[in-house]
């Protein structure tokens, strides 16, 4: 089955640094890759979303990059905020799978003022 | 519009019982995913229904079980309850069978079991 790694587990920046996030998967029949944020106590919401047929998406301060031949894809925020603060989950989902998602093991990502 | 809605949210017991959680979906959504979360796996994958129908299964043992109503709720169950069933179990809800082609996947706040 697929299985999604995710670097690093935990990440300290300063406020207005970028903070970058990777995962690489195994699957090449991966074709979903959907970036999760959970706060302290709440549920996980998408944040940013990006299909196999895409190199890249932008959502104002949230970009991912997907490498299909290296099987890799990245978050990037830049400029970061304190209400950035959360763990981040990548996810992976192979076609013809349903909705069933396979998540990385998280990055904890805190913003210092 | 209301969201995934999750009951109990937390809930104890002891080893050998069983618990059954609930999960009541985005009105309108007919697909159910569960997922269990700790600090030590990450988010796994139980398994999904879709029109009352199991979809997929996760590598979880026979005594994680599920089911669909034919108002799109669900249920969860876990018989024989063991210390390392502890976790935050996530239901989360989408329109149809197949993300990203009709929306995101919706989770639920989860409910927190904890086994003594």
Redesign the interface.
């Known amino acids: ?1 697929e299985n999604v790694e995710q670097h690093p587990s935990t990440l300290s920046v300063q406020e207005g640094d970028s903070a970058v996030i990777k995962c690489t998967y195994s699957d090449s029949a991966s074709n ?1 890759f ?1 970036w ?1 944020k959970q706060e302290l106590g ?5 944040i940013i ?1 990006i ?1 196999s047929n895409v190199g890249e998406k932008k959502d104002q301060r949230i970009a991912v990059t997907l490498n299909k031949t290296a099987k890799h894809f990245s978050l990037h925020i830049t400029e970061t905020q304190p209400e950035d603060s959360a763990v981040y ?1 990548c ?1 992976a ?1 192979v076609v ?11 990055t904890r990502l805190m913003v210092k003022p | 519009k209301a969201g ?1 809605t999750q009951t109990p949210r937390y809930l104890i017991k002891t080893r050998g019982q069983q618990v059954t959680l609930s999960c009541s979906p985005i009105s309108g959504h007919r ?1 159910v ?1 569960w ?1 269990q979360q700790t600090p030590g796996q ?4 139980l398994f ?1 229904y ?1 029109s009352e129908t199991q ?2 299964k ?2 979880f043992p026979g005594r994680f079980s599920g089911r669909q109503f034919s108002n799109s709720r669900s249920e969860m169950n876990v018989s024989t309850l063991e210390l390392g069933d502890s976790a935050l179990y ?1 239901c ?1 809800s ?1 329109l149809q ?4 082609d009709t929306g ?2 919706f ?4 409910s927190r079991l904890t086994v003594l």
Do not use: C, W
């Open positions: 089955g979903y959907p999760y709440k549920r996980p919401q998408l979303d299909r989950f996810a989902r013809n799978a349903g909705n069933m998602l396979t998540f990385g093991g998280g | 995934v697909s995913s997922y990450g988010l796994q994958f999904e879709f979809r997929n996760g590598n996530l989360a989408s069978l197949h993300i990203p995101e996947l989770f639920g706040e989860g």
